[in-house]
């Protein structure tokens, strides 16, 4: 019975893939930040909840002694997103996001490496379209997720006199609870932002809310996510990169073709920003 960790998976897209493994058989071991959480997945068949913040060294330190000796997959899915213009973004934002989604991301996969080079273990990140295609007032996440691709090509290779694969998964807009509440965070982003900024870039968050609504009938299940990730768990020859949804494939079809100044007029115009 193989062995699984999860990072994130409190809700969402880590909780989908936790309890597709563990449906599959697999032994899932659940990172979670918050005790509640922890106590509800406890529960859960196949499921064995961690307490992990991916910012926090003491957790990390403490994996030695919280998971199995044998990690035959790592899933790093621990992430979150931050709204903004750049220009309003405070270098506090940008240590937290980059800390969370990159820096948090290294750390996990370091503590766990000697165990997924002994039974030669897969990796995969839970990335987004947004790293390869850039969406207005979503930079400070989208470079997030650019530097996270980053770290994964050259791991990619690092890795390969092990034998130890390395995946991506790219989802586009996912029906997750996160994506449920982006209407509240839109609103915690403009109380934020000082008065001056609000004004500069009050079409911008109207074109944000617009898009939002667009893409809210074209948003993937979660469990479409797991399914990939599952695929890049046990496929003979696991690809690099697995694009996830219609919406996320249509993103990098169109930037595959266009050139930039075309690419960045229809982004301006889908943003309601010509």
Known sequence: MPTAFVTGARRGIGLAIARRL???GWTVHAGVRDRSSFERLSIED??????????????????????????????????????????????????????????????????????????????VFISSVGGRSVVPMEGAYCSSKFALEGIADALRVELRPWGIPVSVVEPGPTDTESWREVGTMIDDMEARMSAHHRDLYSRHVTGLRANIARFGSATTPPDAVARTVERALTARRPRARYLVGAPAHAMIAMNAVLPARAGDAIGARIAGLT
């Open 46 to 123: 196949g499921i064995h909840p961690v307490m992990l913040d991916v910012t926090d060294e003491s957790h990390i330190e403490a994996l030695a002694d919280a998971l199995p000796a044998r990690i035959d997959a790592l899933v790093n899915n621990a992430g979150f997103g931050l709204l903004g213009p750049v220009e309003a973004l405070t270098t506090s934002d940008l240590r937290r996001q980059f800390d969370v989604n990159l820096i948090g991301q290294v750390a996990v996969t370091q503590a766990l490496l000697p165990r997924l080079r002994e039974c030669g273990g897969r990796i």
């Open 22 to 24: 563990a449906a599959a």
